[in-house]
Each structure stands twice: as C-alpha cells, then as structure tokens.
C-alpha cells in the first residue's frame, strides 16, 4: 500500500509535498522516535526476523460474519482446512488478539486461548498431505485494529455508515483467527452478512446475494480462487455509491464510496482513469488482470493511504478531488492509483515471502509509478519524478538513518516500509533497468511474473532470473544496492588545459562510512559536456571499489573551456554530488540544459550560491521554462536565498504562475522568509479577490506559512479559517493549515484555541475530521515549545486524559507522539508507558521510541523559550546582514559597470585622438 505518503514522503514542496500533506498524519508518522541523525534502523538488542513455521499450513477458508456497524461487532465462523507438510504433528497455533469470545466447535479437539494465540491439538497426529478441517466460532467487539466502523453517534451525526478491514502488515489477526503472515496463503469464500440497504464488498467474485432470512438483513458471498495471505483479505460494508468504471478485458471496473460524502462524479474525477491505466500495465508487463474484477473504495477515518486488497482496493477520502484540488494534485492521485494497481502482480499475484524481502512489491509498486508517468508523460516527468525520489530517499538517510533494502533486524514489519523501500527501492528498480536495457529488462520481468504466479519470492530468485535472461553477474550490485548501506555522494570537478586542449573530469566518492557499515560502490558514470555552442558529448567515468580508493577521472579533448558540464544527465546512477563549475555554467544549464534533471541540478546550486546574480537568472528562469517541476525547482531555490530581491521575484511569479502545482511551491518558498514584506505578502495573496491562490493546498500552504512569523498579529485571521465548517473547504485541507499555522505561532492565545478544539466533537463537520483533529494534537505540541514547565505540565495532564479515552485509536497516537515531543514531565512517560502495553503490536516498538525520545528530550522551562526567542533573533540579525550584503552586491556591480563603461568611453576616446593624430599627420605630409 502506500501508507507511507505522509510524512514519511517528500519534504521538497512538490509530491507534497502532496505526499508530505500526509492525510491521516497519526498513521504515517514513522518519525517517532527516529529523528536523530545517526540512530540505528532498528531498537537496540533486536533480534533477526525469520518465516513463519508451516509444518500445519492453512489453504482454504470459508468465513462468515455478521457486521453490526452501529455495535462495532463481529461475529463470525471460520472454517479452516489445514494441510500437513509433513507427518507426525498435531497442534496448530492461529493468531487471535484479544477477542470477545473463541472456541472451536469441534468437541474432539483441545483449545487454548492465550489471548493472542489460538492453539488447538488434535488427538492424533498428521500424516503427510493429510487435509483436515476446524472451524473456529468467534466475536469482536470495537477491534483495536484491522476492522474500522465508522457510524453516526451524538457529537458526529453526519458521519458515514460503513465498516472496513486493512490489514498491512499483521492486523488481520485483531478480527479474524488466522495465521497472519504473507507466507500462508488461502483459497476464500467469504459471506457477509449485514442490512440490507447496505453495499457489502468482498475479494473475488461475487456469487450469492440475497435476503438472510433476518429482518432487515441480506447475505453476499464471494468467492476467491487464488491463494491470499491474510493482509490481502478484505471486507468492506457500507452505504455506498457506485460509479461505473467500465471494463478492462471484460473485467468490471467499479468505484465505491461514501454517499453523504460524495457524488458520482467526484469519484469519476478522482479514479476515472483506473480502466486506461490497467490496459496499460496489462501490454506493459505483458501480464494479463489475473481477478474476476478489479473494485475499489473509499472509506473514511481509521486507516489513511491506500491498500492493494486483491480485486479490491481501498482508499482513505483524502484521496478523492473536487475540481480545485484535481488541478493540485490530480497527478498524485494517479499515481497512487498506478502504485496500488502495480500490486496486482508485484505482492498479490506474486507474494513475498516474508517481511524482509518487502522491496519486491513495494519498491516495484513505486517504481511502476515512474514508469506509467514515462510511458504517459514522457522522459521530462520520469526525471522530475526520479528527482523528488531521490531528495526524499536522501533525506531520510542522512538525516536519520542508513539501512539495507533486505534486513532482518527490524524492529516489526511495518518498521520496514519507509522511504528506504519505497524511493530508495524504486531507484534501484531504474538502475537495473539502465544497466540491463529495455530490451532484456521487461522480458525477464514478465517472465519472473509468470514463472511465481501464486508463489511466494525471495530476493535471488528475482536477481537469477534476471542474471539468465542478461547473461549479466548481478551478485556485485545486489551486494552493495539490496543487502548494502548507503549509496554514492560524489564530488566532483573540472579542469580546462588550453595548452594540451583537454578537459579532465575528476570523480570521487565521499560517502565510505566504516562505523555504519557504508562502503564503496562500483559503477559508471556519465557526464555530458557542451564543448562548443550546441555540440554535446556524454564521457563515461569508470569508478571500482577496489580501485584507486574509488576514484575515477576521464580526459576529453576540447579545444574550449566547457560551456556546461552535466553529471548524470539521463538519471541512471542514484548519488548526490558535490559540483560548483561556476555561476556561468550552471546559468546556461538552467536555461539551455537538455534534462530535466540537467535544469532542476542548476536551480539547486544556483539556490546555494544565494548572490543577486543567482536571483536574477533563476527568476529570469521561470519566465520561460516551460516544464512545470524545473519551475517548482526554481521556486524551491528562491526560497532558500532569502534576499528580499527573491521575495519580490517570487510574488511576481505567483501572480504569472497558471500550473496549481508550482503555486503550491512558490507561497512554501516565500514562507521561508520570516519578515514582514514577505509575510504580509503570503498574506494578500491570501485575502485578495483576484489571488492566484485558488486552490485548497495552496491556502493551506499559505496558511502554514503565515503561522511561521510566531506571536499573536495573525491570530484573528487564522481563528476565522479554523472556524468555516470542514464541508465548505473539502476534506478539511485548508483547516489543517490554520491549524498548523496557530501552532506556529506558539502563543497563548493560539494554544487556547487549539485546546478548545481538542476533545472529541469539538471540531465542527466530518468531512476529514481524523486528519483535523490529529494536526491539532500536533500543533498543540509546537505551540508549548516556547510554554514555561508549569504550563507544559498542565497540557500534558490533557493530553495524557486524552491518550486514555480518545474514541478513535490513531488520534490517541498523534497523543502520544505530542507528548513524547514535550519531554519528561511528570506522568507522560508513565502515560506512555501504559498506552504501550495496550496499543497495535506493530505500534509498539514506535511506541517505546517515543518513550525514549521523551527521556532525550527531558523536561524543559522557561530557558528553552529563551534559547527559542535568541534563535529567532539570530535568524532576523542573519536576514539584515544578508541584505545588507546584497545592497553591497548590488552597488558594486553598479560601481563595476560604470568603471567599466567609463574604461570603454577613454579607451574609445584614445583611439579617436589617435585617428585624429593620425588623419593631421598624413594631412601635413
């Protein structure tokens, strides 16, 4: 799935960017805990992961359940047929959390319920191949996780009707009596029982519906012929409506979602391309949609992101678009789509064996997104695309930490899936594919499709198949990018011999790390160089790990200094790299470069040099750059300049900006400069009637951005979005940002606000109420980083109530993650402590790094407020000096010119008097 777009995602303003607007912030944050550069992947003392026992293993399930939404009950009937791989067993232990009431209904058998597992003991043992059958009778009631109900009550009645399951990784187990790990996979029927104005949704094929025989009740039976694992099982109950998605090889296509949510025509908007998109993958991977359908829905609250339930996948709403936030991030929702699709051959059709070889269906399904944006968009958005992946993967390994792809040391499978697996993981897809070409590449992964349909994988049996259709060793890469740390950060350099014509490229790698288990890499590397006006080379530098410390350099006849030189202009080697050729060249790049990749790297270092020149031509830049994410780019280097000669730039652009898109970028970019003309500018775009920022994301950028002055000046204007009803700004996007905004400002007003709107049904309206009531837990917890102990004391006693008796289970983590950020204050750490014996088994190692987080932060008072405010004054003495320094810049280069021009006029003039010496000398002879 991609639970992963939040937090975990793009800090550059772009995916945000639209990944970073993480919509159910209290599931994504992986943070907790983790945010120190240099901490370990996993807890200290973890012990490796390794499968699951399968001696008694699990292969066809016939389930039924009766939902009682308004209850937020289940009650169900497993029958189970278990096979022997060997003789001489006979005890089966089945996952079972905390359930109501469980019991086998085969009287012969012994049972034992620990209230985690279910152990039953037949009488005499197995013989191989042998098949036997229980069947488990069981209830639930409110599962803490893996089944979700959302219904009307007395502070919301407006919420939707509907009950979901979402399992990834190991939560089937809170509802259903399994074994729940990828490894045990099952043929299902599944028969649902519940009222009978409600859609009730199933994997497979539906084969029976009709009344059950209850007043007021159907049943609907589905029926699923290929083997699923547990995490893949889905069921979900609703008052839904359909939207029609036609079909793909006479396969139905259909969407589903909340009706007092939605029209018709919002989910036709939003995943209206699905039937377009499979016709894609289908011809691409060469691959026929394996499922009797392919259904997906949308639910609201409980989970967020998006899940590859086989035949059946599942949306949070923050996915679906109204007309203004298609144009923001219309582009992102597809390629969600395209990720979760991907699925049906990378995970479900073709399933991991176990957690630590989560790359191949992750990292697959992520780089399938690059590759439909290359196949659909062209070359300019793959590269834009492998841009944002690689500063999101980067960010994450530098600044927390560095792991391999394949691992058994994690703290639990949900740990694995971050954004070493997804960009990282995706990155590495796109090198094999460069290294191997197309031509070998596609064929042997539709092979490796074929060849493990309804199998399970492991990592070599991918890397063999590809090694026998290449005739390519491959052990050397899988050694240092799947089961090694890190990755290439290059520096490198140039020199011009006029004397000897020749231009030598020098290259070398800096990121050898032996504390961390960070080694060299072997590659090539490409760099393209514009050696005359619009002659292009691309030169290929050779580096090995074992070979001149990993070094490399390449020499080029030239007659003339480089007019740009570009390192890897095509995307085919995941690195960073250090290069600073001169603010001529890297001006040339950003306007005539030939990538995308080529202009994006100019505006970067352009950003870097953050002189009056460097202002100039990025902006002059996005006037004629035609390429949306370059533009983003350049606004992203603009803010980092922070001169108010980039400020004014910058408001010009957004007033002649048209892509929703690059807005988006430009109001973050000037939401890094904290003085007044800035601000107040972000704050006219805001309140004009003729604005440029129309869209939902761009307001909440705005929004956020204006929080970032701190103190109480904006206050008034913040209150007045926070109060508009959720249903007039759609999903709540445009409320976070007042929300996060007032966090900012970390004054006491702001922080009476926020408290006010924290207990359950305080928030006005339901529509994307989990991720407004989340964000403001969050920025409750960055408005008390200026409070006194005392008053950050009295707000963790609230916050801990809250962590307690919370209705709704993710707003209880966004609880505890505020309270680990506040320090050790008296009773937070026992709060936490508590919250952990009770919370999703694979919450809790996030759990007890949030406990140690707190300890690290410790307790702090009033001095901390004052090293905040000495900060702050820093930062606003750094902006003066700055400017003073570019009014400098700037009368210098006036000064250069008219010293210039006035050499020129006496130059000119000595060669008119000399002329004239001349013309009266020849005159006299």
């Given amino acids: 799935g991609v639970e992963w777009v939040g937090s975990r995602c793009l800090k550059d303003a772009g995916l945000l960017d639209l990944r970073e607007l993480d919509f159910e912030q209290e599931q994504f944050e992986d943070d907790e805990g983790r945010g120190e550069p240099g901490e370990s992947f996993a807890l200290p003392g973890v012990t490796p992961k390794y499968g699951r026992r399968l001696v008694l293993e699990p292969v066809h399930m016939d389930l039924v359940v009766d939902v009682d939404i308004e209850q937020r009950t289940i009650r169900g009937r497993v029958g189970i047929t278990i096979r022997a791989r060997q003789g001489n067993v006979r005890e089966v232990s089945l996952d079972a959390i905390d359930f109501e009431e469980i019991s086998v209904s085969e009287e012969y058998l012994e049972t034992r319920y620990t209230g985690s597992e279910l152990i039953v003991t037949w009488p005499t043992s197995f013989q191989k191949e042998e098949c036997r059958e229980i069947t488990v009778i069981f209830k639930v009631v409110n599962p803490k996780s ?81 083997p699923c694992p547990s ?105 969600v789509n395209v990720h979760e699709m991907a699925h049906t051959f990378f995970g479900d059709a073709v399933v991991i064996r176990d957690f630590l070889h989560a790359w191949l269906k992750e990292s697959w399904a992520n780089y399938m997104e690059l590759v439909w944006l290359e196949d659909t968009y062209g070359t300019e958005a793959l ?157 290929t530098v050779e580096l090995r790990s074992s070979e001149l410390e990993g070094k490399g350099s390449y020499a080029l006849r030239s007659e003339k200094r480089p007019l740009q030189v570009v390192v890897d202009p095509n995307g085919k080697l995941l690195h960073t790299v250090d290069f600073t050729p001169g603010i001529e060249i890297l001006q040339r790049t950003l306007n005539r470069g030939r990538t995308v990749l080529a202009r994006c790297f100019a505006a970067s270092a352009l950003g870097e040099l953050s002189s009056p020149k460097a202002t100039s031509a990025l902006a002059d830049a996005a006037s004629t750059e035609s390429f949306w994410g370059v533009r983003r780019s350049i606004a992203k280097a603009l803010g980092k300049i922070g001169s108010s000669a980039a400020v004014t730039r910058l408001v010009e652009l957004c007033k002649q900006e048209s892509d929703p898109r690059v807005v988006v970028s430009i109001v973050e970019a000037l939401g890094h400069h904290s003085d007044e003309s ?70 006491e007003e702001s922080l009476q606000v926020l408290l006010e709107k924290l207990p359950y049904g305080a928030v006005r309206g339901t529509h994307g109420l989990t991720g407004v009531r989340s964000s403001i837990v969050e920025a409750i917890a960055d ?52 919250f952990s014996l009770n919370c999703v088994n694979q919450d809790r190692p996030k759990v007890h790094r949030l406990v140690q987080n707190a300890r690290r932060v410790r307790s702090r008072d009033n001095g901390f407020a004052s090293i905040i405010a000495e900060n702050e004054s820093t930062k606003k003495d750094l902006r003066k000096l700055r400017e003073k320094v570019d009014e400098m810049e700037h009368r210098f280069e006036a000064l250069s010119k008219e010293w210039k021009a006035s050499m020129k006029e006496k130059d000119s003039n000595a060669k008119q008097s000399k002329i004239s010496l001349d013309d009266s000398t020849t005159k006299s002879a």
Avoid at 240 to 267: T, Y
Avoid at 471 to 493: M, N
Avoid at 714 to 719: G, W, Y
């Fill in 146 to 226: 893996g089944f979700y109900f959302s219904a009307p009550d007395e502070e919301y009645p407006d919420l939707p009707v509907l009950a979901n399951t979402d399992h990834e990784t190991e939560r089937a187990r809170y509802w259903l009596p399994c074994m729940d790990h990828p490894s045990v996979r099952t043929t299902l029927t599944v028969e649902i029982h519940a009222r009978d104005d409600l859609v009730a949704l199933s994997n497979g094929k539906l084969v029976l519906e009709k009344p059950s025989g209850e007043t007021g009740k159907k049943v609907s039976k589905w029926k699923l012929d290929h």
């Fill in 231 to 335: 995490y893949l099982l889905c069921i979900a109950v609703g008052d839904f409506i359909q939207a029609n998605g036609g079909e793909h090889a006479g396969k139905p296509v259909s969407i589903f979602g909340p009706r007092n949510f939605f029209r018709e025509e919002d989910l036709q908007r939003s995943f209206g391309r699905t039937k377009d998109m499979m016709d894609w993958m289908a011809s691409k991977l060469d691959v026929p949609f394996p499922w009797p359908k392919y259904y997906q829905f949308v639910y609201s609250g409980g989970v967020g992101g998006a899940m590859e339930n086989i035949s059946l996948v599942s949306w949070a709403d923050a996915y679906v678009n109204d007309e203004i936030l298609a144009g923001e991030r219309g582009w992102f929702v597809d390629l």
């Fill in 383 to 539: 590269h834009y695309q492998l841009v944002l992946e690689r500063d999101q993967y980067v960010a994450e390994a530098d600044k927390k930490y560095v792991r391999p792809l394949v691992t058994r040391h994690h703290d639990s499978s949900w740990s694995m899936f971050d954004s070493h697996l997804y960009p990282g993981g995706a990155w590495r897809l796109h090198m094999l594919r460069r290294i191997l070409g197309d031509e070998v590449f596609w064929p042997a992964v539709s092979i490796y499709i074929q060849k493990n349909l309804w199998n399970t994988v492991e990592t070599n049996e991918f890397r063999r198949i590809l090694e026998d259709h290449s005739g390519l060793p491959l052990e050397c890469f899988f050694d240092q990018w799947i089961y090694g740390k890190g990755f290439p950060k290059l520096k490198v350099s140039f020199t011009f011999n006029s004397d000897r014509g020749e231009t030598i490229i020098s290259v070398e790698q800096k990121q050898q790390d032996n504390a961390k288990g960070i080694g060299l890499f072997d590659f090539e590397l490409e760099v393209e160089v514009e050696t005359s006006e619009d002659v292009f080379q691309i030169v």
């Fill in 678 to 747: 800035a601000l107040q500018n972000i704050e006219d775009l805001l309140t004009q009637p003729d604005s440029p920022l129309t869209g939902h994301i761009a307001k909440m950028t705005a929004l956020k951005m204006l929080g970032k002055q701190r103190g109480p000046s904006r206050v008034a204007l913040l209150k007045r979005y926070l109060e508009q009803p959720l249903e007039e700004q759609w999903w709540g996007w445009v409320r976070r940002g007042a929300v996060a905004a007032l966090g900012s400002t970390r004054c």
């Fill in 783 to 834: 408005c008390l980083e200026w409070a006194s102990g005392s008053r950050r004391g009295e707000v963790v006693e609230i916050l801990c109530h809250h962590l307690r008796t919370d209705k709704q289970y993710h707003f209880r983590m966004a609880c505890a993650r505020a309270l680990s950020r506040l320090g050790d204050v008296p009773g937070s750490r026992a709060a936490l402590h508590r």
